[in-house]
């Protein structure tokens, strides 16, 4: 009769320790701080870009930055200009994340009547010439889209690790 050998099972024992650890990650509650975190970041994004108006009285403006809103938990909706890193984290814990499908969104908006104009550009007053959209809103979206797979990455990386490193 062959010998086999012997057979050390602590550390296949470890891994499914391990693999239970991992299996009580709540993944919707990954998905959604995942979708708060790309719309925190796409909201940082286009309020820098959005820009200020400045008349000639002297006047400047600001109404347009101001105006980008994400819907919240709050009966209304909560005005994305905020002070300080915590102001960015409470804001961004309090936006609503829906589901539809594989798909979580978060709604972000300026209602600002005149935003649409100023993103995409207008006919002038006199009807003879084009004043060219700022496109914030397009480029933010670009740059989050293009970022999101690394974040999203990070995040998961993080949950990984928290799961495989030490017992």
Not at 32 to 52: S, Y
Not at 122 to 146: C, L, P, Y
Request: glycine content about 8%; overall charge positive; proline content about 2%.
């Amino acid at each position: 009769m062959a010998r086999w050998g012997r057979v050390d099972f602590r550390q296949l024992q470890r891994l499914q320790k391990r693999m239970q650890k991992l299996q009580r990650v709540d993944y919707e509650k990954f998905c959604e701080d995942a979708a708060k975190e790309l719309a925190a970041r796409f909201l940082a994004k286009v309020i820098r870009r959005t820009p200020v108006g400045i008349y000639e009285d002297g006047i400047v403006g600001g109404t347009l930055r101001r105006g980008w809103t994400a819907k919240s938990h709050r009966e209304a909706e909560l005005s994305a200009t905020f002070g300080g890193s915590t102001g960015v984290k409470k804001f961004a814990d309090s936006m609503v994340v829906t589901k539809k499908g594989n798909v979580y969104e978060i709604e972000v908006l300026n209602p600002v009547e005149y935003s649409m104009y100023v993103e995409y550009g207008h006919r002038t007053a006199n009807h003879k010439g084009w004043v060219k959209g700022r496109f914030m809103m397009t480029i933010s979206a670009d740059e989050v889209q293009a970022q999101a797979p690394q974040i999203v990455e990070k995040k998961l990386m993080e949950i990984l690790k928290e799961a495989f490193d030490g017992d």
